[in-house]
């Protein structure tokens, strides 16, 4: 099984006319279902629907607070390592940049561990760049090991693994998944790519599901919005969501939000994505898929981010650095890309408090220390 | 408050009410006392992977009052022996020896399996548990549960979280004809008038957490399913009148004998 397959079943179709084609009516329908299909998802991401954004926020703050109601779970990322063999023309850990890098030993590790469990979070997300050599498998159980004194619920953000390996670090202790296709559109895809391992489209795009099938419990997917038509690519994100829901209910699927932000390099988003455009994503998306979880990263400001969080958005990160070491265990190394919202894991717990939302810092912890 | 001659009891345990509450989906889980006596519920339910055990404050068992039966639950449960953990740490941990089962494999519906959680709650009910598994409105799941040992059945009345009240009402109605332990409706009743039509049919207690706690003001709709679920229960005590299709004068038949 591969959702490369259910891709391939609208190879006949034009999307961009088609999509660029849908009326009002055809929004209203899709918000008048409790199902809405893949023709009411291009319907909700219309240029039509990004007229009646209101009527869209309305019920998609009425399906979050039913799924939901009003607990936002707090995380944040831990970069343990820079090192990066990809070339990828967007991110700033480009193998061609010539940044110093840097990893964690596991003694840093700790330590960045240890101040990150004083700001009272209790979920963090594992992250590396794309170098196996560097930080292989081994590594990764090993950071996990660690983090795992410290956390009840950790999630990786590393280069695709295969199933087996997947199943190991579930056995390490990992809970959940963060895996971006980044652009849907092959072609982009590749232009954005020039090297390195991640230049495997495929392999990328089925990682969700070899993690799945290894029995990840929770796996977050998305595209990173600016590099291909942003409307294509929510369509192929949700879609692709709803596949994984489908094929693997006992998995909890959720969607990211992430948008270019600017990094080391000079390369510039080929399609920008306004506020407005990633409002109509997110909404689209809570439509299209009620039960998902969806995350809004420190990527958006402040004020961005505290005004799309009733309209769906379920997880928020909180005290981010995005260098490794970046959390005061030594000198940190290069940002991945600039943070827009530096507040403190208190302020957003605050900010969330006086908006009625529930900071929620604790939802799994493994049980498997207590005897069977 | 129920009647003093109506007495409703659980794992050896009398109860005054019969309104059970949860802790979830809450914007400020310092909310819940003032839930908890505005709706005078008595056992509420918190999910055991919430609960904090090494956080020195911030946890939601904080803010549940010292009077209440703590139900802890298994949610998050994708197994029999995921929720078989759950129950053990949760009494481990202090939590008592009620459980709620609830296993889910199931994200987009959320749906309980039935043979696992009867398994969990055979295994659970041996070693001592008041085990009060969330199933579907299933009578051979419920009589397998009553041989596994369970202490109440907790049928659900609609998905969780829908509010749409009890959509499964025959089946629910078959269950309290049936089953020989508490029936206590559980998940997707919505409004109080759910409830108090759950009681109505001679359910012996519900438990609302999504309706309440995502409510405008959840004290008042505490209070609001409280006085429902009183409502009801009077009402099934009272035994309600059967009723017709047609309006019925009081004896059309035989007026003629008091002419």
Redesign the interface.
Known sequence: MSFAKDMESYAGLDMSTTIHGKQRRDVHQALGKERPGPDDLLALLSPAAGDMLEELARKAADLT???????VQLFTPLYVSDFCTNRCVYCGFNAEQGSKRRQLSLEEVRVEAERIATT?L?QILVLTGDARAKAPPEFLEQVLNVLREFF?SLLLEVYALTRDEYARMIHAGAEGLTIYQETYDPEQYARMHPGGPKQDYAFRLDAPERACRAGM?WVGIGALYGLGDWRMDAFWAALHARWL??QY?????GLSLPRMRPHAGAWQPEHPVADRDLTQILLAQRLYLP?ASITLSTREPARLRENLLPLGVTRLSAGVSTSVGGHGSGQAGTPQFEVADDRSVSEIAAML?NK???P??????P??T??? | MQDMNDIFEIGGERLNSRLFTGTGKYGDDAMIPDVCAASGSEVITVALRRVDFQAATGNVTDHIPKTMRLLPNTSGARTADEAVRIARLARAMGCGNWIKIEVIADNNHLLPDGYATINATETLAAEGFVVLPYVNADLYVARDLVSAGAAAVMPLGAPIGTNRGLQTKEMIRILIEEIDLPIIVDAGLGRPSHACEAMEMGADAVLVNTAIATAADPVTMGRAFGEAVLAGRRGFLAGPGAQRLRADASSPLTGFLEG
């Open positions: 607070l039913r799924h939901f109601g009003r607990a009272g209790r009840p419990r829901q489908d209910p006992g998995a909890e699927i039960r408090r009625g939302f529930q929620v810092f604790k939802d799994w912890q049980f498997d207590v005897a069977a």
